[in-house]
């Protein structure tokens, strides 16, 4: 893998900053107009996933093709509706989560900010024991209040709070939920950066390092548990030698598996529908500090399926991983499942 540029470098040493000083925010995403846009036809595979969807309406996989054909032809209303007949469809079934996270995405692709929200809401009071869903919407609402400087002072924070309250929620679930404790760290450094009075800024701010002292002693406890018992650095009692900085770092061990906050399906290609060409592919996928795919190859290949999947993987986009409290860019494997209908 290339060493990473010097201006790679500086937006991942910005990011990891988040932990003592809120970076500098960038542009705002765009909510997409559908009015704006010409749809192209429709294809033979959504007329085919229309009669798949009514012979098996609690099947989430024919919706969630569907919408993403004709969401990528344009068809955002017909997208719309098709997701919301989908969680329709799954209600009351396991299938009706992942309706709700697809919805959330396809919003959220949108700029549709506040029905991205009520849907991850949705699905996360549907396992109400797990924190993980509550922990993406504080993701998401962190997101919003650090990008979006087209905000006001009192909507930043708004959505501020809004993520606080999300990682409360994920730390009742699960006391010692190390990802939860972080973002709360770094949400309560945000709102300390809006707070005019000095004694409640301060409080705040000690508040934050509580959580991050916290954290990494649950990181670092983790480290220690999964330590190698064999190898020249047990054996010598040194640490393994860190990586070069910005140099991404394995998944695996002290090292999280990162939360994925937006899925993309692959589009099946059709000329592999039609030669029957089924199976899974194997990506190791690079996932920068920011949560983002930055890079991505195939271990296991199916020629015919290759690229879809790729052109999927490098649209996921995934919570950032820490290491010792701070941001850092992990490879991991993913795989892509292909299953003929």
Request: aromatic share 4%.
């Amino acid at each position: 893998m290339p060493s990473p540029t010097p201006a790679a470098i500086a937006r991942s040493t910005a990011f990891a900053l988040a932990l003592l000083v809120v970076p500098v925010v960038t542009a705002a995403q765009q909510p997409r107009d559908p009015r704006t846009e010409v749809a192209r036809p429709e294809t033979q595979r959504e007329v085919e996933l229309k009669a798949a969807t009514a012979a098996e309406p609690a099947r989430l996989a024919n919706w969630t093709e569907l919408a993403k054909l004709q969401e990528t032809r344009g068809a955002i209303e017909e997208a719309e509706r098709t997701l919301k007949s989908a969680v329709a469809a799954t209600a009351g079934t396991e299938a009706n989560a992942g309706a709700l996270t697809q919805q959330a995405g396809f919003y959220n692709r949108q700029g549709r900010f506040d029905q991205t929200i009520a849907a991850l809401e949705a699905a996360a009071e549907l396992n109400p024991g797990d924190p993980k869903g509550h922990q993406l919407v504080a993701t998401y609402y962190w997101e919003k209040s650090f990008k979006d400087h087209a905000l006001t002072p009192a909507d930043k924070l708004k959505y501020i709070d809004a993520g606080i309250a999300a990682t409360d929620r994920a730390i009742a679930r699960k006391a010692d939920y190390v990802e939860a404790m972080t973002y709360k760290n770094i949400l309560l450094r945000m709102k300390a950066q809006l707070e005019p009075d000095p004694a409640q800024r301060d409080a705040m701010l000690a508040e934050a390092d509580l959580w991050r002292a916290q954290a990494m002693r649950l990181n670092q406890a983790a480290g220690a548990q999964t330590a190698p018992t064999s190898g020249a650095a047990a054996t010598s009692g040194a640490p393994a030698p860190p990586p070069p900085p910005g140099a991404p770092v394995r998944v695996g061990g002290n090292i999280a598996v990162p939360t994925k906050t937006q899925h993309v399906s692959p589009v099946y290609p059709p000329e592999a529908q039609d030669a029957k060409v089924s199976g899974l592919v194997i990506i190791e996928a690079t996932i920068n500090a920011e949560g983002n795919v930055s890079d991505a190859r195939v271990l296991r290949s199916i020629p015919m399926l290759d690229q879809a999947a790729l052109d999927a993987v490098k649209q996921w986009r995934f919570t950032p991983t820490l290491l010792n409290g701070a941001p850092v860019p992990v490879i991991m494997t993913v795989t892509v499942n292909f299953t003929l209908q």
